[in-house]
């Protein structure tokens, strides 16, 4: 059994292709999320409503192996230009739609590897 302390945050990161496209129908009054956009949102979203359900918590921590009830449900998906164009829609219907869910593009994901990386250095390790 893994020692793991209940105030660090178990990930559930879902990683799809960079190509997916997050909006269809962007330029009316309503734009939406592409169809593949939403099943990627809601399997990691079934992934929250499992998780926080009590009924799951004996075979989740079987599976992980430790118990905890700190997560935290980040997506992966999509490209930042995207994203940024249509970005107080995107997060309107995400903390609407998904709450709980974080989306990353690969760009936002390679931003926060690089300034990991100069962290690193500056420490010379």
Do not use: C, W
Not at 69 to 83: P, Q, S, T, W
Not at 110 to 123: A, G, P, Q, V, W
């Amino acid at each position: 059994k893994t020692e793991y302390p209940d105030f660090l945050k178990t990930t559930f990161f879902e990683v799809k292709k960079e190509d997916v496209k997050l909006f269809v129908k962007k330029n009316t009054k309503r734009p939406r999320f592409s169809a593949d956009f939403i099943d990627h949102l809601d399997q990691l979203y079934g992934y929250k409503e499992f998780s926080e359900n009590p009924v799951n918590e004996v075979e989740l921590s079987s599976k992980i192996g430790y118990s905890t009830h700190n997560y935290d449900y980040v997506l992966l998906a999509g490209r930042l230009e995207e994203k940024e164009e249509m970005k107080e829609h995107f997060d309107n219907k995400i903390s609407r739609m998904y709450n709980g869910v974080t989306v990353y593009t690969y760009e936002e994901l390679e931003e926060i590897n690089s300034d990991y990386l100069d962290k690193f250095n500056r420490l010379k390790l």
